[in-house]
């Protein structure tokens, strides 16, 4: 059984930081694919940032380029998103996901069947 587990959203001012962490239960290993996504009252969810562990590669969405980071930590099975520069247009709800192997397309929701509950980050 898999499980993701969402932490660390608040509210903050425009201009502040916020970390969240998602923990990975039932799925691990160099090939799993882990993503960050939001959304905002009213839109679609969006792909944020996205890991590919055995390809070593980090896709970021255009508008957080610069100012997020996606840190996977293998050794606790946990995923991290530090945003630093926060805008009132990062407001929403935040979700990571998981697949145990490279996905064709790491921002895209459709590449995901593990999904967490989701964190609410509001910035104000």
């Known amino acids: 059984h898999v499980q993701l587990v969402e932490s660390g959203g608040g509210s903050v001012e425009a201009g502040g930081s916020l970390s969240l962490s998602c923990a990975i239960f039932?799925?691990?290993?160099?090939?799993?694919?882990m993503g960050w996504f939001r959304q905002a009252p009213g839109a679609e969810r969006e792909g944020v940032a996205a890991v590919s562990s055995r390809l070593r590669t980090t896709n970021y969405a255009t508008s957080v380029k610069g100012r997020f980071t996606l840190s996977p930590d293998h050794s606790k099975n946990t995923m991290y998103l530090q945003m630093n520069n926060l805008k009132p247009e990062d407001t929403g709800m935040y979700y990571c996901?998981?697949?145990?192997?490279?996905?064709?397309?790491?921002?895209?929701?459709?590449?995901?069947?593990?999904w967490g509950r989701g964190t609410q980050v509001t910035v104000s």
């Open positions: 039932g799925l691990s290993g160099e090939n799993t694919c």
């Open positions: 996901a998981a697949e145990p192997s490279p996905v064709p397309q790491p921002l895209a929701l459709h590449e995901y069947r593990h």
